[in-house]
Antibody
Framework: EVQLLESGGGLLQPGGSLRLSCAAS????????MSWARQAPGRGLEWVSS????????YYADSVKGRFTTSRANSRNTLYLQINSLRAEDTAIYYC????????????????WGQGTLVTVSS | EIVLTQSPGTLSLSPGERATLSCRAS???????LAWYQQTPGQAPRLLIY???SRATGIPDRFSGSGSGTDFTLTISRLEPEDFAVYYC????????FGQGTKVEIK
């Protein structure tokens, strides 16, 4: 069974930083592109970032470009999201997402979602 | 950036009825890279449909997707109690984007 377990969320002040982690299991992690998506309280879904299976290529939404960095450690089956210069509008549940088709790479649907980790930015 | 507009915002129906949800894109979605997700309160989204019309693993056949280009539809043939939820469409080409969601509520 595919499982994605996010961690690292919490209450932080504007301007702060944090790193989210996603522990993956139940599939061959190193052969799938992965993504992060987020959902602000009471709002819809927003794609945040995607990373290729080998970690060499990353893509970001304009809203986070330059502040967020996605990386992965295939040897540890773990995906990361480094968030810097936090803003109030970054408050959201952050979901780790597995893509659905190994061949498609990052241009891919999201077939499994973790339960998410809540990041709250407030002074 | 492709903007997806879902309609209606809320759909009030009774169990057993047919639900038809629309997703319109601001420009053509390449290769029908269009997916639908279901989200119930407090839960993560679940993939229903990808490639505009392919059902994901384990999804009942009362869910079907259709469309191409800029107009896509998710149809639930007969609503079950567990189908009352929020549904999102997504294009997963360059710079993925989601629609704002359609809530299917019990009438």
């Amino acid at each position: 069974e595919v499982q994605l377990l996010e961690s690292g969320g919490g209450l932080l002040q504007p301007g702060g930083s944090l790193r989210l982690s996603c522990a993956a299991s139940g599939f061959t992690f190193s052969t799938y592109a992965m993504s992060w998506a987020r959902q602000a309280p009471g709002r819809g879904l927003e794609w945040v970032s995607s990373i290729s299976d080998n970690g060499r290529t990353t893509y970001y939404a304009d809203s986070v470009k330059g502040r967020f960095t996605t990386s992965r450690a295939n040897s540890r089956n773990t995906l990361y999201l480094q968030i810097n210069s936090l803003r109030a509008e970054d408050t959201a549940i952050y979901y780790c997402v597995k893509t659905g088709d190994r061949i498609r790479g990052v241009y891919n649907y999201f077939d499994t979602w973790g339960q998410g980790t809540l990041v709250t930015v407030s002074s | 950036e492709i903007v997806l507009t879902q309609s209606p915002g809320t759909l009030s129906l009774s169990p057993g009825e047919r639900a038809t949800l629309s997703c319109r894109a601001s420009q053509s979605v390449s290769s029908n890279y269009l997916a639908w997700y279901q989200q119930t309160p407090g839960q993560a989204p679940r993939l229903l449909i990808y490639g505009a019309s392919s059902r994901a693993t384990g999804i009942p056949d009362r869910f079907s997707g259709s469309g191409s280009g800029t107009d896509f539809t998710l149809t639930i043939s007969r609503l079950e109690p567990e189908d009352f939820a929020v549904y999102y469409c997504q294009q997963y080409g360059i710079s993925p984007s989601f629609g704002q969601g359609t809530k299917v509520e019990i009438k």
